[in-house]
T-cell receptor
């Protein structure tokens, strides 16, 4: 069974540009989470989808971040315009609907904003 | 605010020795989990302990949970070079199961 996949693995962009990160959850997992770790700090929750609906987006830092999950399958996280403080590693995780706590993480996307 | 905090921040041990790291948290939890992250890779789930459990074992891993002290420990016995990684504790509370992570403990196992 394929795990959670994320694309790209690494992105380097200039301040002010736009970047879109993609996450493909494990097939059949209705829960999808985004987390991020900025330099040297703890991993922080960004938002949670149940199928295509946003269940909780309390962790989204500001309106420069937009997450979507079309059709309840893969999800994208767009940062527009990117700022220096957005640099970090963005993780995606997925879980089954009745086993929310068993979250399987992807390898992460390392975002560098210069 | 940070829910889980690991201690120590960094640990260097010789292969074959045991490694112990601790995690403290602030609020009541449903579950506490430990994850490992090897350099440049994703988070790998190691073990989950529920709030009504006190100790759990998985291979060379032993996790304890003390809800009265709001703390947990992860013991890795007979460490190997491949155990070199960052270790994170994560807690979930409430109904939504979003995880709260600590800053992690970086473990280096010297051959």
């Amino acid at each position: 069974e394929a795990g959670v996949t994320q694309f790209p693995s690494h992105s380097v962009i200039e301040k002010g540009q736009t970047v879109t990160l993609r996450c493909d959850p494990i097939s059949g997992h209705d829960n999808l989470y985004w987390y991020r770790r900025v330099m040297g700090k703890e991993i922080k929750f960004l938002l949670h989808f149940v199928k295509e609906s946003k269940q909780d987006e309390s962790g989204m830092p500001n309106n420069r971040f937009l997450a979507e999950r079309t059709g309840g399958t893969y999800s994208t996280l767009k940062v527009q315009p990117a700022e220096l403080e957005d640099s970090g590693v963005y993780f995606c995780a997925s879980s089954q609907l009745d086993r929310d706590y068993e979250q399987y993480f992807g390898p992460g996307t390392r975002l560098t904003v210069t | 605010s940070q829910q889980g905090e690991e201690d120590p921040q960094a640990l260097s041990i010789q292969e074959g020795e045991n490694a112990t790291m601790n995690c403290s948290y602030k609020t009541s939890i449903n579950n506490l989990q430990w994850y490992r992250q090897n350099s440049g890779r994703g988070l790998v789930h190691l073990i989950l302990i529920r709030s009504n459990e006190r100790e759990k074992h998985s291979g060379r891993l032993r996790v304890t949970l003390d809800t009265s002290k709001k703390s947990s420990s992860l013991l890795i016995t007979a460490s190997r070079a491949a155990d070199t990684a960052s270790y994170f504790c994560a807690t979930d509370a409430g109904l939504d199961y979003k995880l709260s992570f600590g800053a992690g403990t970086t473990v280096t196992v010297r051959a």
